[in-house]
């Protein structure tokens, strides 16, 4: 038999080891559907103080290895572990000063701010190119995730022509969010790695002059690109989505792709989900209820089983659209309706969030934080989920409502487009509501629509069920990853 096509996921993050967005449940699941499909998957990560060794315990793999960093030496282990409820190995870089801390990320914003950001995902990059060879597995494909991993192509290449390793992988770049971009000084990166703008054509490119982006390095130095939903993969080689780096996507146009990510169905899946009050199938649609109920009581809401409950989950960021929420959350409390917020961010619109809660605490609900439990009974308890997104790669919030039978309202934008048709232009295809323009009015004349559904209860429940059986896995995607991967290995590389 021949070996079995292989693949090693590099990211900064893997869910549930370490999560704080979409990239680790992409990462968490990907990788275990893959190898329904005969792959041989396995993941390379950061060993992060933050990661609870006792529930996910690991083993000393290999190690000490020296990492050369501006002329000091830096030691690195190699631990192992397996994803929870599968046979996938992750392996785990162990280094106390760059992982060691009790956070995935030093900078919460969704902009890099600080260096000391850069420095431990740069110091990644490096380490990774140490430790391939010592894994005892050579990847057919290395997969590298958004622009903590920018580098890594490049200095796996370094290292093979330097020390001549046994590993010739190819490469794919998957942009989660192409507005999280890794851009600093050039001159501080350069340093840091101990590499010359002369050592590699790559290490050209230039924003505004003076800056390095690993975005950028991992789009132009990776074998094939590719993002997170069909529709976003086109809306990244214009200006409007294209966050400045239209012109470098538009160079690698031939190469970029997109693949829409699916959801964890075991994982969601409001018939066995341990952490609904009542549990429901589509067959026994009516138990839903119960979980509005259980809801509204336990956010101190008016309990009241008439009343359209809107969700929220996500960042509270303009992205996110909080700007358009806060146009129409007193508009919707005014014709009866019940608004749940769930999600952190930006200070002013967590403020915003809270007034409107206090100002309102019958009909509006803002919890800053996050909460996986409260975030799935939202997703149980709501009638209708927001995601009036600006711009939005994929999107998983709004396949696990419409797994919780909970019918979205969403922007034409992005994943959102592909996976969320217009109920107002096809009542028998449409999957929920649907606005183009970016604003509050567009979005009220969405929600306005929902309630007039709303009114019609089994209308509303036919729909709802009738979202419940579509199939969100990632059964169709694992295999389009799995094309991709072998259309890469037969490109040229230039």
């Avoid at 000393?60 to 929870?84: D, H």
């Avoid at 200095?155 to 794919?172: C, G, H, M, T, Y």
């Avoid at 031939?254 to 549990?279: E, Y």
């Avoid at 069920?465 to 991967?485: A, G, H």
Wanted: aromatic share 10%.
């Amino acid at each position: 038999m021949s070996k079995p096509l292989s693949v090693l996921f590099v990211a900064s993050e893997v869910a549930p080891l370490a999560k704080v967005g979409g990239l680790a449940d992409v990462v968490g699941a990907l990788p275990k559907a893959l190898r329904k499909n005969g792959i041989d998957a396995r993941i390379l990560m950061p060993k992060y103080g933050a990661i609870d060794s006792t529930k996910y315990p690991m083993t000393e793999r290999s190690g000490p290895f020296e990492v050369v960093v501006k002329g000091e030496r830096e030691l690195i282990k190699i631990f192992e572990t397996r994803l929870p409820n599968s046979d996938v190995p992750i392996y785990l870089i162990d280094n106390e000063r760059f992982f060691g801390g009790d956070r995935v990320y030093y900078d919460a914003s969704a902009f890099v701010s600080q260096f000391i950001e850069f420095e431990r995902f740069l110091f990644f990059g490096l380490a990774v190119s140490t430790v391939l060879p010592q894994l005892n597995f050579s990847p057919d494909v290395i997969h590298c995730h958004d622009w903590h991993t920018g580098t890594i192509p490049l200095l796996v290449r370094r290292a093979e022509q330097i020390n001549r390793l046994s590993v010739d992988p190819k490469f794919v770049f998957t942009i989660h969010n192409l507005a999280n971009q890794g851009r600093w000084n050039a001159d501080d990166i350069l340093a840091f790695l101990g590499l010359s703008a002369n050592d590699d054509p790559l290490l050209a490119f230039r924003q505004d002059g003076r800056d390095m982006n690993l975005m950028a390095l991992g789009i132009l130095g990776a074998d094939a690109v590719n993002t997170v939903s069909p529709n976003y993969a086109q809306e990244i080689l214009t200006a409007e989505y294209g966050e400045k780096l239209e012109g470098v996507l538009a160079s690698r146009r031939d190469q970029l792709s997109g693949i829409l990510n699916g959801i964890d169905v075991d994982h969601f899946n409001p018939a066995t989900d341990p952490t609904l009050p009542a549990k429901y199938s589509a067959d026994t649609f009516h138990i839903k209820a119960q979980n509005k109920l259980g809801l509204q009581n336990k956010l101190g809401l008016k309990v009241d089983p008439r009343a359209p409950l809107f969700g929220f989950v996500g960042r509270l960021t303009d992205q996110k659209g909080m700007d358009l929420l806060e146009g129409i959350m007193g508009r919707l409390s005014d014709r009866g309706g019940q608004v749940v917020i769930l999600g952190t961010g930006m200070s002013e619109l967590e403020s915003i969030a809270r007034d409107a809660a206090k100002n309102n605490p019958q009909m509006i609900s803002a919890t800053i934080g996050f909460d996986a439990a409260l975030a799935q009974l939202i997703y149980a308890g709501s009638d209708f989920f927001l995601m009036p997104s600006r711009f939005e790669p994929c999107g998983l919030g709004q396949m696990i409502a419409m797994r919780y039978g909970t019918i979205p309202i969403v922007r034409s934008t992005g994943g959102l487009r592909d996976t969320v048709q217009n109920y107002m232009t096809d009542a028998t295809n449409g999957r929920g509501f649907v606005f183009e323009n970016y604003t509050t009015e567009a979005l009220w004349n969405a929600a306005e629509q929902a309630l007039a559904l709303y009114a019609d209860r089994a209308a509303t429940e036919a729909l709802a069920r009738r979202l419940m059986s579509l199939n969100f896995s990632w059964d169709t995607s694992s295999r389009l990853y799995v094309d991709l991967y072998e259309h890469t290995l037969t490109i040229k590389r230039g």
